[in-house]
């Protein structure tokens, strides 16, 4: 049998259940959750309120652990890591992008992007440069110097769209990056995730909205706490 790691893995769950509470007050928001993402994959994750969406995205980003069950990221079982250490794991390999653009009103767009590499053992030239770098990637390269005010909410998105490629992250995880968007910004930025989707990378949204869970390759719809289907919608 052999022991070689399978290196198109970026990360995995086994049997992964987790409880908040004890005894009769106990409530089971996962359980059971077995589940692999793939080098390459453009994956959604997609289920009505309670469907246990935001603690699989917990789980995912090494924010939370299970209370059964085990995660690996790239081959390194993360479930029984000290803080700082799942820490490491999480800026190594894990990248976030949330509803809520989180972005420092003072500074520019350049600036919100090099924030994520404040402690990066880079100077600040080459900081700058892979900022920038970033920002031309999702198409604001001629709005770098803008301030989040002077921005649209969909430009603010593809920033801190950015921001989280800037550190190369394995891993991309979106937690309802439209659901602040109209459609037509929305739609922009599914397309700029998709367009991300590369043979080293994951991309993986998280969403209640049925149409933009669509625009994924790979929809896993959740229920109750569980998995009830992972399809494949296109190659």
Same mark, same amino acid.
Request: glycine share 18%.
């Given at each position: 049998m052999s022991n070689v790691f399978d290196t198109s893995v970026l990360m995995e769950l086994s049997h992964v259940s987790r409880v908040y509470g004890t005894?009769?007050?106990a409530v089971w928001a996962l359980r059971d959750v077995s589940m692999v993402i793939r080098a390459g *994959?453009? #994956?959604?994750i997609v289920g009505p309120s309670g469907s246990g969406k935001s603690t699989m995205l917990g789980l995912?980003?090494?924010?939370?652990v299970p209370t059964e069950g085990t995660i690996t990221v790239g081959g390194e079982e993360v479930t029984r890591l000290a803080d700082a250490a799942r820490t490491r794991v999480r800026g190594q390999s894990i990248g976030f992008v949330f509803q809520q653009f989180h972005l420092i009103p003072?500074? *520019?767009? #350049?600036?919100n992007v090099e924030t994520a590499l404040l402690y990066r053992s880079l100077k600040p030239a080459e900081r700058k440069e892979r900022a920038m770098a970033s920002l031309e990637r999702?198409?604001?390269?001629n709005r770098s110097d803008h301030r989040p005010v002077q921005l649209s909410g969909g430009e603010q998105q593809r920033v801190a769209l950015a921001r989280a490629l800037v550190t190369?992250?394995?891993i991309l995880l979106a937690d309802e990056p439209t659901g602040a968007l109209d459609s037509k910004n929305a739609a922009n930025v599914m397309d700029i995730l998709s367009s991300l989707q590369a043979t080293s990378r994951a991309v993986?949204?998280?969403?209640h909205d049925a149409s933009i869970a669509n625009s994924a390759a790979r929809k896993i719809s959740m229920l109750d706490g569980g998995i009830v289907r992972d399809e494949i919608l296109r190659q």
């Open positions: 005894g009769e007050a *994959d453009f #994956l959604s995912l980003g090494c924010l939370d003072h500074l *520019d767009a #350049l600036g999702v198409g604001l390269g190369e992250p394995k993986v949204v998280v969403t």
